[in-house]
């Protein structure tokens, strides 16, 4: 993944980036981010770190990477733009920043690109077996509505992208036949799609739409590919829910992330709680923020 993503740079950097992996190896594979400033420094994030490893890129530099990345046609990524990432070949993402264009209160463009995030993909296989006791229900072949949650960056996307891969091939180990899920992925984090192509292994049988708002998607989805299951990331609005009690009381199944700590503050959510309090969520997992790929909590 990291090597897809140095292509996108020009030589005068590229040069430098390969110069400080062939030297330091052990450090590739814990390359979180590419961080990049116009006229700033290029640093690697590991963990906690910043390590500069190229300073000064020049405004021309900025500008030819951010053309590579819209692969010479900027205009066709203007919807990506002005959502703040493009989501690249092998997954990679890319945040952007610049100067707003407003329009009706809108972002529909950044101009002036100052700043670029490469966060690297690294799809990581069987973590969701963690969870899949409270996920999978047994005796029904099926599974239980579910909403996992985290704080920001607590592995909840990381899960749940295995969870599906899981569920849509099926366990025979378990007796659990593979499932139709409809992704929407609204910013891209869970299949990664490149060009209609996931980048990311979302199961044989997962359809996925992306760029789009999750009740829209939710709709789109239940209307033209009859999921069993709908799978979302990081729900929360008033139209997400309302989308999600419509598909769920028609007997989809769900299975959705939340930004969250604890139980008691899903609860205390208004828009969530209403879930709650119709039934129409069975599972509640909060996930360990401290020990990456633990539960803190079920209910």
Known sequence: MLNEVIEYFPLSIKSVINSFLEKNKNLENKIEEIRIKSNGNLSFKIGQDLITIFSNVTKGEMQEIFENICEKSIYSYTKQIAEGFITIKGGNRVGITGSAVIENGRVINLNYISSLNFRIARQIKDVSNVILKYVINIQNNSIFNTIIASPPGGGKTTILRDLVRKISNGMPEINFSSKICGIVDERGEIAAMYKGVPQNDIGENSDVINNVSKSIG????????????????????????????????????????????????????????????????????VLDSINKGQVLEVE
Request: hydrophobic share 40%; proline share 3%.
């Open 218 to 285: 939710i709709n789109m989805l239940i209307r033209s590919m009859g999921p069993q299951i709908i799978v979302c990331d990081e729900i929360g609005t008033k139209d997400d829910i309302e989308a999600i009690e419509k598909a769920t009381l028609s007997g989809v199944k769900g299975i959705f992330t939340v930004h969250a700590s604890t139980i008691k503050e899903i609860k205390e959510n208004p828009n969530l709680s209403k879930l709650i309090q119709n039934n129409l969520i069975q599972k509640i997992i």
